[in-house]
């Protein structure tokens, strides 16, 4: 005689747990955080160029871009894949979509941006956000968005709105 038990269990069984996230474009390494009702972007593979980052990873929603998650060769605690520092060099152009509420430090550090679109939906940009990324030289960040006195390089000039 077998018995068979089902279990169901939902996402926050899973809370704090890293994932590579497999898609059509580039791939992302995230973590479900806030009790499985949300994800955190750690790191990309991908080829550069421009790109748009997800609103929703297995119907989560993107809420917060890690530490260093695409941050250049130069940036402080970059590790995880070596292979990434050359693509992330030629990373032109990112879209941050209206779910993200929260940038870590050193996130897009040395990454070579040349635009980036900051959505109403961020209230934080941490230290060293954007820094040395020389070819990026306005930003437009909402009035309401705490910005690190580093999160953008010098060169940078920040326009509220």
Same mark, same amino acid.
């Given at each position: 005689?077998a018995i068979?038990?089902?279990?169901?269990i939902?996402?926050?069984?899973?809370?704090g747990?890293q994932?590579?996230?497999a898609?059509?474009?580039?791939?992302f390494?995230?973590r479900?955080?806030?009790?499985?009702d949300?994800?955190?972007i750690?790191?990309f593979?991908?080829?550069?160029?421009?790109?748009?980052?997800?609103?929703?990873?297995?119907?989560?929603?993107?809420?917060?871009?890690?530490r260093?998650?695409?941050?250049?060769?130069y940036?402080?605690?970059?590790?995880w894949?070596?292979?990434?520092?050359?693509?992330?060099?030629?990373?032109? #152009?990112?879209?941050?979509?209206? %779910?993200?509420? =929260?940038i870590?430090? !050193?996130a897009?550090?040395?990454?070579?941006? *040349?635009?980036?679109h900051?959505?109403?939906?961020v209230?934080y940009?941490?230290?060293?956000?954007?820094?040395?990324?020389?070819?990026?030289?306005? #930003?437009s960040v909402?009035y309401? %968005?705490?910005? =690190?006195?580093?999160? !953008?390089?010098?060169?940078?000039?920040?326009? *509220?709105?």
């Open positions: 005689m068979l038990v089902v279990a169901v939902g996402a926050a069984a899973f809370y747990i994932f590579l996230a898609s059509a474009g580039p791939d390494r995230y479900v955080i806030d009790n499985g949300a994800v955190e750690r790191s593979i991908g080829t550069g160029g421009t790109l748009e980052i997800p609103s929703h990873i297995r119907d989560l929603p993107v809420t917060r871009i890690h260093n998650a695409f941050s250049g060769p940036a402080g605690g970059w590790t894949l070596s292979t990434q520092r050359e693509i992330i060099r030629r990373l032109d #152009a990112v879209t941050i979509p209206d %779910t993200v509420t =929260h870590g430090r !050193f897009f550090m040395d990454s070579r941006l *040349r635009y980036v900051i959505p109403d939906s209230v940009i941490g230290r060293s956000a954007f820094e040395q990324n020389h070819s990026l030289t306005a #930003a909402p309401h %968005t705490y910005v =690190h006195a580093w999160a !953008f390089g010098r060169n940078v000039t920040i326009t *509220r709105r």
